[in-house]
Structure formats: C-alpha cells, structure tokens
C-alpha cells in the first residue's frame, strides 16, 4: 500500500483555496462551453460548411479522438513534472486550436482543429481534478469539488442558449473564439496566484514505451470506431484498427507490469472502488452521450425548435446541477457515494426512458408536457451523480497519483463518448433506413426516384426530398423522413435508459459505502 502523500491542507474557504478553485473552474469552462454549445449549432454548422452526416460525427470526434488517446499521458505527466506547467501548457494549446476552429473555412479545417483542441484538452482537463484532489484535505474534498461542478455549471450555462442564438444569427464561429478570453483569465491566474504541485516521492523519468504504445492503442481503437459509421464492420479499415488497439492496449498492460516508472500504476485498479467507478463512467456516459446529441438533433430538425430554443431546454438540467452540487458532495462527504450513485444513474435512466416515449410534437408549445418531464427526471439523476462519481475517483487513490486518477477516468468518459457516438451513430443510420424504407415504398414514386430519396438516409434529421420528387408527393416524404427519425431516436433512447440502469447495478455492487479507498 502506498501512503498517501501530505496534503497542502488549503482550507476551501481561504484566499488561496478561493484562487485555485476559481483558476480550474475557468480552465474547465472552455470545454464545458464548448461541448454544450457544439451539439446545438450543429445545424447551423453544417449548412454553412455543406457538411453531410459523417463530416458531423467527426467534427465531434476528432477531437474525442486526440482526447481520449492522450489524456492519460497528460494525466501522468503532471503528477510528475508539474501540474499547474502541465495545466497551462494545455490551456495555451487549446486557446489555438479554438482560434482555429473560429477561422475554419472548409469543414476538413475545422475536424483538423478540432483535433488540436483536443490535444490541449487532454494536457488540460486531468489538471483541474488532480490540483483540487491534491490541494484540499479529505474533509472538504468532496465539498470542493461540488463547488467546482455547481461553479463551472453556471458558467457555462449560457453555452447552449449562447449557442443556439449565435447559430440562428450565423455566428457559430462566436461558440470557439469565446474560448480565448476565457483561457488568457485562467491562466493570468494561475500563473500569479496558484502554487506548483507535484510528487518528489514519483520517479520523473517518463514512460516512454508505455506513452507510446497507449496512444497509438487507443488511437487505433478510437479510429475504428469512428469509421463504423461510414464503412461498417466488416471493413478492414475497422477490424484492423480494433484488433490493433486491443493489441497495443494488452501489450501496454504488460509494459507496465514490468517498468518501475509506469505511466498508469496497475495497482489502482485493485482498488474494486476506483474499478468500478471507472466502469459505472463508461457506462453513464455512453448513455448521456447518445441521448444529448440526438436530443438536441431532434429538437432542431424535426421538432421545428430554433437553435436557441433547444438550447434553452437545457436550463432547467443546468439549474438543478448547479443548484445542487455542493449540498450533494457534502452528502458525499458524510455519507459516501454509493447510494447516491445508485439513484442518481436510476433516475437519469427514467429520464431517458421517457424521452423515447416522445413522438411528433407541435413544437416549443409543447415543450412543458413533453420533453420537460423528461429533462427534469435526467437532470436530478444526473445531479446525484457527477460529483459523487468524481469524488469517489479522486478519494479512492493517493494523493500523488491524483493526475493519473483524473486522466483514467477522463479516459473513460471520453473513450465512452467515441464508442456510442461511433457505434450508435453507425446503428442510427440503419434504424433510420430500416424505419424509412417500408415507407418510402409505400408511396407512388418511380424505383430511380426511391433511390434518390433512400439516399438521403445517411443524412438523418437533415434529409432534404429531392429535386425529382414531384410536388405533390414533397409533404409526404418529408413526413416520412421525420417519422423515421423520431421512430430511430426513440430506439437510441432505450439504449441509453439500459447504459444508465446498468451503471446503476455497477454501483450497487462495486461501489463501496465509503468514499475514501486505499490506492
């Protein structure tokens, strides 16, 4: 067992504990605004950029991509060379690529920012967690990271209606460039105000073969899921990035078995607690993945919301998570984390149980009796477990290897986002086709006509009828074109009730009542 190392014994309520939860709390915005912004100017986007469906999955996943290859790397390297350098250093990367994401002019520009985004997202995000963790003592963890969660909600609860009103009036650019007085506030202070931290007792020396061979794992495995969409199983292109992954990733769990200085100490993971957090993650977050992006999909192109309409859906969400993480992770602090994870994933699967119950609505009228109820079961689940979630990673390590905590848990969310973006995105396009073609067959259209109008699957809620289609048949393939949808979206949402409910049996059962582990 490893002792933890001294804690720096910040009190949450002193000048300096105020400085660095307000400097990680800025950091953590640009990419909290980023990715509750990005999924409602989608429509705007690809008009603007003449992007088609699969374009649209890998602006989202470009940067998931160099997230979720990179972000244990980042994690390691700040517990050992700094977390604050490590902090900023991703802070500055990711202040670029926004700029670059704002410029875009082609759509292929803008995946290649969105890559660098997140390269600075994984230098970045691990150091927010892994500076709080190992600034404040065990008694105010949880608290602390509560008000980190509540403080960085409510600012970044702008993003989607922002968002949707920059994206009806054009300006989706606006989303990215807000990212770059954001970043130079947080790092002026954390530059003045914030201390260095770091482990003296960890061996410096960087695992290089293990770096290598984690990112190129992942990488690969990432990679394969995303081609999914586009090329399918069987294609070579996805079964040798997979197999490959799977391999590097094995040949990785070797690597640092043996290494004195491994990048990703194996021995956390005997920790049952800190396991199944990491699992009950993955689970969750696939399943808030695939729900949020379709949602919001949903709202714009078949229910007939503005963008910052459906941005505005997310208030009452936000409201509650702010509003409530702190009292939740003082319950954490007393209480421990286990039966508050159990109800909060149980209810956040209620809440996406009753969003597959929604069909064609009359639009933002009908918002309170049809998505709200929805919204408000999901946002209270939710609610109940961010925080318990991350502060049951962070207390159940030693403090030094809360970096290398951070990043294996951002790891998994991230890696959780890829795989149902890119399996449930592969599997939307056959609902849809499945759900659209007995239609499309039903009515009077030529063969070549059908095919052109089966076309436009691919394309999912922003299907267009073709030219050819003649005019008084064009209300009824949009009718079916919005059908096939909603029936499409209606499946995804049971998917992401069983990801949810499944998290929920994780917890129960892995989970420990108390908070705090051994690492």
């Known amino acids: ?58 602006i989202l996943n470009a940067y998931l991509l160099m997230l ?52 600075g997202g994984a230098l970045m995000i691990p150091g927010s967690l892994s500076i709080i963790s190992s ?8 608290k602390a990271i509560g008000t980190w969660s509540a403080a ?22 606006a989303i990215f460039f807000i990212n770059l007085p954001i970043g130079l506030a947080s790092l002026v202070v954390l530059y003045r105000k914030v201390p260095e931290s770091s482990d003296d007792s960890l ?19 990432t990679f394969g899921f995303l081609e999914i969409p586009e090329r399918g199983w069987n294609h070579w292109k996805v079964y040798g990035a997979l197999a490959s992954g799977v ?59 503005q963008q910052v309409q459906a941005g505005m859906t997310m208030l009452p969400f936000t409201i509650l998570l702010a ?16 039966w508050l994870l159990v109800s909060g994933s149980t209810l956040a699967g209620f809440g996406f149980l009753w969003f597959s119950t929604v069909g064609l609505t009359n639009g933002p009228s009908d918002f309170w009796v049809t998505f709200f109820p929805g919204i408000i079961l999901f946002g209270l689940g939710m609610s109940l477990t961010v925080v318990p979630l991350t502060t049951t990673v962070m207390a159940s390590v030693a403090d030094q290897h809360a970096g290398t905590a951070s990043g294996i848990n951002n790891a998994m969310t991230r890696t959780a986002n890829v795989f ?12 849809f086709t499945s759900f659209l073609t007995p239609m499309v067959n039903s009515l009077s259209l030529d063969s070549s006509i059908q095919e052109l109008v089966m076309l436009q699957a691919s394309n999912l809620g922003d299907a267009e009828v073709p030219k050819v289609v003649p005019n008084a048949m064009h209300t009824q393939v949009q009718q079916a074109f919005r059908q096939s949808f909603i029936a499409m979206f209606n499946q995804l949402m049971y998917i992401s009730t069983g990801l949810a409910w499944v998290s929920a049996v994780v917890a129960f059962f892995l989970i420990d009542k108390r908070h705090v582990g051994d690492d």
């Open 68 to 119: 979720a290859s990179l972000i244990l790397v980042g994690g390691s390297l700040g517990d050992k060379l700094g977390r604050k350098k490590v902090f900023m250093i991703g802070i500055v990367i990711f202040m670029i690529g926004s700029a670059a994401c704002g410029l875009s002019p082609t759509v292929e520009w803008l995946i290649g920012a969105r890559a660098v985004q997140g390269i």
């Open 323 to 338: 509003s409530l993480a702190r009292w939740v992770g003082g319950l954490v602090d007393r209480y421990g984390a286990r």
């Open 152 to 173: 960085t909600t409510l600012v970044t609860v702008g993003g989607p209606i922002l968002g949707g009103a920059m994206g009806d009036a054009g300006l989706w650019r």
């Open 203 to 221: 061996d410096h020396r960087l695992d290089y073969a293990g770096a290598i061979t984690v990112v190129l794992g992942l990488a690969l495995l």
């Open 1 to 58: 067992m490893i002792e933890p190392a001294p804690h720096a014994e910040i009190a949450l309520s002193s000048s300096a504990g105020k400085w660095i939860l307000a400097s990680t709390i800025l950091a953590s915005s640009m990419a909290f605004i980023d990715s509750t912004a990005l999924n409602v100017i989608l429509p705007s986007l690809q008009n603007d950029l003449q992007a088609n469906g699969t374009d649209i999955f890998w």
């Open 247 to 305: 391999l590097l990733l094995v040949g990785f769990i070797r690597i640092e078995q043996v290494k004195n200085n491994p990048m990703v100490p194996l021995r956390l993971f005997n920790n049952k607690t800190f396991t199944g957090a990491n699992l009950l993650a993955f689970l969750l977050y696939a399943g808030l993945s695939v729900g949020m992006l379709f949602l919001a999909l949903n709202l714009v192109q078949i229910q007939g919301y």
């Open 420 to 431: 149902a973006n890119a399996t449930v995105g592969a599997l939307a396009v056959v609902l």
């Open 135 to 142: 600034t404040f003592h065990n008694q105010e963890k949880g």
